[in-house]
């Protein structure tokens, strides 16, 4: 059974860090790649990032490159560290998983889900 289970979320001050985890597991040599995307209240569920699983490409959304920065390690663990963190990064952040190839920056290509993890920055 595929399951992703995500970590680190909180409250942090504008200008602070957060480094959320998410652990895949289940059926994890198919992995073709992992994402990050959130969804703030009143607003769609929009693309944060991406990481391919064998080759470690990245892809960041323009509004917070240069800010956030996606990893994975051995253990089928994807990270994003975020620093700078601005109010408008307020959002619950969920991870997702592709097993097949396709756009990362779209929801759709994603199969599995996390259960979201809320990322409150205040001023």
């Known amino acids: 059974q595929v399951q992703l289970v995500e970590s680190g979320g909180g409250l942090v001050q504008a200008g602070g860090s957060l480094r959320l985890s998410c652990a895949a597991s289940g059926r994890t040599l198919s992995i073709y790649a992992m994402g990050w995307f959130r969804q703030a209240p009143g607003k769609e569920r929009e693309f944060v990032s991406a990481i391919t699983w064998s080759g470690g490409r990245t892809y960041y959304a323009d509004s917070v490159k240069g800010r956030f920065t996606i990893s994975r390690d051995v253990k089928n663990t994807v990270y994003l560290q975020m620093n700078s963190l601005k109010l408008e990064d307020t959002a619950v952040y969920y991870c997702?998983?592709?097993?097949?190839?396709?756009?990362?920056?779209?929801?759709?290509?994603?199969?599995?889900w996390g259960q979201g993890t809320q990322v409150t920055v205040s001023s």
């Open positions: 997702s998983r592709s097993d097949d190839v396709g756009p990362l920056v779209g929801s759709r290509t994603y199969e599995y």
